[in-house]
């Protein structure tokens, strides 16, 4: 089960951090990605990390400005989201893939879902 939360309103070029708890059974195999929807558009891909070896990987339009990272003892992912724009309002998911595929930026690659954390930026 995934737990995600740190969504809220903050001003353009603002800061939030989200979270994402991992409970019950983990593994080191596991990758962990965030997505977006924003009203009207098909979810996306943010960025996402390997347990494993950490390596990170961010989609162009928020590289630089978010930083994704982990907490392996406490089973949780951070998004550390910096100059926040308007257009990055969206509700936040993040997922697991449990066999870390190749195509991390696909939402099909993974297997467990979070609820969904509402961010919003206002210009």
């Known amino acids: 089960q995934l737990q995600a939360c740190g969504g809220g309103l903050v001003q353009a070029g603002g800061s939030l951090r989200l979270s994402c708890a991992a409970s019950?059974?983990?593994?080191?195999?596991?990758?962990t990605g965030w997505f977006r929807q924003a009203p009207g558009k098909e979810r996306e891909f943010v960025a996402a990390?390997?347990?494993?070896?950490?390596?990170?990987y961010y989609s162009d339009s928020v590289k630089g400005r978010f930083t994704i990272s982990r907490d392996n003892a406490k089973n949780t992912v951070y998004l550390q989201m910096s100059s926040l724009k308007p257009e990055d309002t969206a509700v936040y998911y993040c997922?697991?893939?449990?066999?870390?595929?190749?195509?991390?930026?696909?939402?099909?690659?993974?297997?467990?879902w979070g609820q969904g954390t509402l961010v919003t930026v206002s210009s």
């Open positions: 990390i390997k347990w494993s070896g950490g390596r990170t």
């Open positions: 997922a697991v893939d449990r066999y870390s595929g190749t195509y991390y930026y696909l939402d099909r690659e993974y297997d467990y």
């Open positions: 019950g059974r983990t593994s080191s195999s596991y990758t």
